[in-house]
């Protein structure tokens, strides 16, 4: 026991310094929980389990390669799964996360999530609704596909058993050119949530609308560390992700990988409830969305940021912060708490802001 820990603790380390593997996976939220004593057996269990999935799950015929992993420190059992299969074990981790499309062309394209593709934090200027990155990454999609229908189902609120339920079968139904499926994070803001029962039904319904010829979007969840109220899941969103990369690689999923988009840490990019992403959020994970697809665009999410007016002083800017900090607790926080203790949710008899396949 002692031993297969250390080994497991020198190939956490090994990863942690291998560029590819560093890029596309949370190492250092790993390797902190897994030393802490206080809740590093438990999450070190669930990365364990992410990990064994992710060497279990892709075998390449011999001589294809693999980048990343060393199996001289891998652990014992890992190194007798290489071995037993006769080939090479690709790990979800050990290749680049976003799979780049040459020039992804659709004549359809739906939408399934939650508020994030719904569109929540960016309402359009004549108060018609909210836009959000799926809608304008449609409307970039549609530029390079003429005739392209669009259909959104995502609705706020909603966890990702109820998109299962809901939406996956209308959309396998439909059979798009291209679906994309964002669920989840609903899940992880409930304190109980383990990621590791999330993984199979995700998986289920990937599988599904693989089936019905759709070629699948799937988005990993951002890094929320920077974030006070949702700082908390950290831990069980790096797990999730690992989760979504093995899903990804097992169906040929095209995968945007949200985590690195640095950016997004940046307070500016999100609305004012801190749950949901501003315009100009929507507008970087649509161009982060363009370039996996392969979409021609004049704009690069990776822009900097313009500096904003600096405080008088910094007594006048704490003061300022915590302002903002009641007011945010009175608008956004109570609301969401209430909602939670009743059992409701903000997507409740909400209906779809786009049912149908329907040209832009």
Known sequence: MVTEQADDRR?????????????????????????????????????????????LSFTLPAGAGRRGVDPSVMSAKHRAT????????LAAVAEPSSFVAQ????????ALGDSFSEGIGDPRPDGSGDRGWAD????????????????????????LQQVIDEQVPTAAAMRPD????????????????DPDTLAQPFNDAVERLTGAGSQVLLFTGFDPGTFPLIRFIRGRAAVFNGHLRVIAR???????DLWPMR??????????????????????????????????????????IPDGPRPASAYRAALAARRQDAQWARDHAAPWVRRRLRGASSGDHMS?????????
């Open 178 to 193: 291209l679906v994309s499926i964002a669920a989840g994070g609903n899940d992880l803001l409930r304190p109980r949530t």
């Open 103 to 110: 020039s992804f062309v659709a004549q359809s394209f739906v």
């Open 11 to 55: 190939e956490l380390d090994y990863l942690g310094t291998s560029a590819d593997y560093h890029r596309n996976f949370p190492t250092i939220v790993i390797q902190r929980h897994l030393h802490s004593p206080a809740r590093g057996h438990c999450i070190a269990e669930r990365i364990s389990r992410a990990r064994e999935a992710a060497l």
């Open 250 to 256: 097992r169906h040929n999923c095209l995968l945007v």
């Open 352 to 360: 779809p802001k786009r049912p149908e396949l329907l040209p832009l």
């Open 136 to 159: 304008r990454f449609a409307e970039r999609l549609a530029a390079v596909s003429p005739g392209l229908r669009y259909a959104n189902l995502a609705i706020r609120g909603k966890m």
């Open 82 to 89: 290489l071995r037993r299969d006769g080939g090479e074990v």
């Open 263 to 304: 950016v997004l840490a940046d307070p500016r990019m999100w609305s004012d409830d801190r749950l949901h992403l501003g315009p100009d959020g929507h507008r970087r994970v649509a161009l982060r969305v363009c370039e996996v697809l392969g979409i021609p665009v004049d704009e690069d999410w990776r822009e900097p």
